[in-house]
């Protein structure tokens, strides 16, 4: 498919996707959230793909927010359906992918752009990132799943100040609190990005399929029963063969 908002670059098995809307620092409409709904569905079927990458065109933003232009008249049934839609067809897309999908943030993560960067299931962000929460200085607040996601990579004390205050996090304090990963230097972020996405797509795809969904039950009463079954199911599976065989032989499985 060809798409107007995003770019999609494919490197060996590795799929990065860029969203380019640089005259508005890449600010999420609904064209945009769109398009990066449908190219996940494509990557998530495309079985070349083991790890998918999620960044921003240029080095001044990841994603700088949603287009408040397009909601701005909005009522409260329009506005409930555009939050719902969005997280469904996004936001919780991304945290349910059954390939991992890491955040390259390169730049200002704010609004609906650090709810995508927290929906992703790891977080890189370069020296210049600035993340943040604003919505509270609309008289709203966080829509895309903000206020369930950020309490718990910073915890509830740290996720009140930032959605209360509305201050954007430098990327020195979003490491220091868990919120991202790593930090690098902006030239080194997506090589950086893509070295740990190349030692993940190494690893069993079936395992680590499982693992997301384990772990993203690990706040329910379901995480732990959950984990168990999939260790056993895992044992019949081709991956399980292959990889206690490489340990075995001391080699490199091939997965």
């Known amino acids: 498919m060809s798409y107007e908002n995003i770019l999609l670059q494919k490197e060996d098995r590795l799929s990065i996707i860029t969203i380019n809307r640089p005259e508005s620092l890449n600010a999420l409409n609904a064209k945009t959230i769109s398009e990066l709904s449908s190219v996940l569905d494509e990557l998530n079927s495309d079985t070349t793909c083991r790890v998918i990458i999620i960044t921003g065109s240029g080095e001044k933003s990841f994603v700088a927010g949603a287009d408040i232009k397009e909601f701005s008249d909005f009522g409260q049934d329009q506005a409930e359906e555009l939050a719902r839609n969005g997280q469904n067809s996004l936001f919780n897309k991304i945290e349910k992918m059954t390939k991992p999908v890491i955040a390259a943030v390169n730049g200002f993560a704010l609004g609906g752009g650090l709810e995508l960067a927290m929906a992703c299931h790891i977080r890189y962000a370069s020296e210049n990132a600035k993340l943040g ?123």
């Open 133 to 255: 929460l604003p919505e509270v200085t609309l008289g709203l607040i966080p829509g895309y799943g903000g206020t369930q996601r950020l309490p718990k990579l910073v915890g509830k004390g740290i996720a009140n100040e930032m959605i209360f205050s509305a201050k954007m996090v430098p990327a020195a304090k979003a490491k220091e609190t868990g919120l991202v990963n790593e930090v690098y230097p902006i030239e080194e972020l997506l090589t950086k990005t893509k070295e740990l996405a190349k030692t993940i797509a190494n690893n069993s795809p079936m395992a680590i399929s499982k693992a997301i969904h384990a772990i993203n039950l690990s706040d329910t009463d379901k995480g732990f029963e959950t984990e168990i079954r999939y260790f056993g199911e895992l044992f019949e599976t081709d991956d399980k063969k292959e990889g206690v065989s490489a340990f075995l032989e001391k080699r490199k499985p091939g997965f």
